[in-house]
């Protein structure tokens, strides 16, 4: 079955087990770096908790801070990239959808400005 993540108009889709991977270790990396009362760190551990294979992960909302998404997204992917437990599959995806998708966020950062809480 397949998940995928989704900010504005940008859409990756994945396997619900590495999106679900993904989301996991975004989640943790954003209550670390920013703490868990953050928009984004909340943002994730709700879409982490409410997971469920076939979902639509939106992660859209006024109060988030872009740039903070695209370093956790890209935090999350280096990883995951790193951790050896995707498959050679699983590893393309990384290198490739998912790191479109993350420049996709970084570009709509820059686009819109939404380089903070709004």
């Not at 280096?78 to 420049?103: D, I, P, V, Y």
Request: proline residues 2%.
């Amino acid at each position: 079955m397949s998940s995928a993540l989704a900010f504005d108009d940008h859409i990756c889709w994945g396997t619900s087990t590495a999106i679900h991977d993904i989301l996991a270790r975004a989640a943790s990396i954003a209550s670390e770096r920013y703490g868990a009362s953050n928009p984004a760190a909340k943002l994730l551990a709700r879409e982490l908790a409410e997971y469920w294979g076939g979902k639509v992960v939106t992660l859209s909302e006024a109060n988030l801070s872009a740039d903070q998404l695209f370093e956790v997204l890209t935090a999350a992917r280096n990883q995951a990239l790193a951790s050896g437990e995707f498959t050679e599959l699983g590893q393309r995806w990384l290198a490739e959808a998912m790191a479109t998708f993350c420049k996709e966020v970084e570009a709509a950062t820059k686009i819109s400005g939404r380089t903070g809480p709004q």
